[in-house]
């Protein structure tokens, strides 16, 4: 097993930056050690903006059933469309 070498300290990005393009990781870390399955149990999944037309019936519809279920009306049309989804992916 080799020694490992001390990783020095940076003052910024761009120091760090181009002291790994010119050094082996290997000489600085074990990966044999390095976690197999990661957890990350705070990271939300990425999002985006879209934008959808509906009648003003459906959306007054929807903000009622929203109202009644106590969640903002994106949130239902999220989970409604999550169903739909997972429904249509698994017949």
Known sequence: MKKLKKIPRFKNE?????????????DYFDFSKAMVNPSFPNLKPSTRNITMRVSE??????KM??????????????????????????P
């Open 57 to 62: 019936s459906m959306l007054r519809d929807l």
């Open 14 to 26: 761009d120091e760090e930056d181009k002291f790994w393009a010119t050094h082996d990781s290997t």
């Open 65 to 90: 059933l929203a109202n009644k279920k106590d969640v903002p009306y994106q949130s239902l049309v999220k989970v409604f469309l999550d169903e739909k989804i997972r429904e249509e992916m698994n």
